[in-house]
């Protein structure tokens, strides 16, 4: 299709939030809700976008993530924000599990500066960032390490984590549903974040916008299974009366 500079501006809001409202796009654009929504119908008849209610998303597969490096380099900035929120709030001289994931590697380089951490992790690029840190120690769980992205998985992972009771889990997740459910691609990365949660007495979720309305294939959780959600910006309908009613913390990474 033949896109004016208009769709073509429309486009890149959305991959750069990863989903964003029609009202939001309507301001950021300077136009009206009507001409916002013939825009998105047509670059959503085309596999552009996705729509879904009240909004749009970037069209993605619900069975198989992006690459790891893309995902490094895609909504950094929020990522960096909501590393450094999180950071903020993890006192010193605690526990803590961090699983897979771009986010929680953010939130590792925002760590360097504590004192008297206990790490575990299922990821090696965690691993790596904070054993820099002299002054924290980091415990590498056992398992398959999954080659796209240094992600340790599988039974002996599951095995490895029920040993202990950490102070936080401080978990990343590829997809936030309408229907409250964080959802993932890999079903060995899921039982392995389910035991993570399990095996914590604070759990805190950090998700950049984009992740709001993603689907992925398997059921991690539920909202009402997290204690602090840490994103980088207003989460869009219906989440905040979802966030509410299962009780959930909300910070704002301004």
């Not at 597969?61 to 992006?66: A, G, L, Y």
């Amino acid at each position: 299709m033949k896109t004016n500079p208009r769709q073509l501006t429309l486009l890149s809001v959305v991959q750069d939030k990863g989903a964003v409202t029609v009202e939001q796009l309507a301001e950021t654009l300077g136009v009206t809700l009507q001409t916002v929504r013939r825009d998105v119908q047509r670059l959503a008849d085309e596999g552009l976008l996705a729509r879904f209610h009240g909004g749009v998303r970037v069209p993605s597969s619900t069975v198989e993530n992006i690459a790891h490096q893309q995902r490094e380099s895609l909504h950094a900035e929020g990522k960096q924000r909501i590393a450094r929120c999180i950071a903020d709030a993890v006192p010193n001289d605690c526990s803590l599990i961090l699983n897979i994931g771009t986010t929680t590697e953010a939130i590792a380089r925002a760590l360097l500066k504590h004192t008297g951490l206990r790490v575990i992790t299922n990821n090696l690029n965690v691993a790596s960032i904070l054993s820099a840190n002299p002054r924290s120690e980091v415990i590498v769980v056992g398992g398959v390490v999954r080659g796209l992205d240094q992600g340790i998985v599988g039974e002996a992972a599951v095995d490895f984590i029920r040993q202990f009771k950490v102070d936080i889990a401080l978990i990343g997740i590829s997809g936030i549903e309408a229907d409250g459910t964080l959802r993932d691609y890999d079903y060995r990365e899921v039982k392995v974040s389910q035991t993570i949660m399990s095996h914590a007495r604070e759990v805190w979720l950090a998700a950049d916008a984009s992740k709001f309305n993603r689907p992925a294939m398997v059921e991690v959780a539920r909202l009402s299974q997290i204690d602090r959600l840490f994103t980088d910006a207003e989460p869009p309908e219906p989440f905040p009366a979802l966030l509410t009613e299962a009780q959930v913390r909300l910070d704002v990474a301004r």
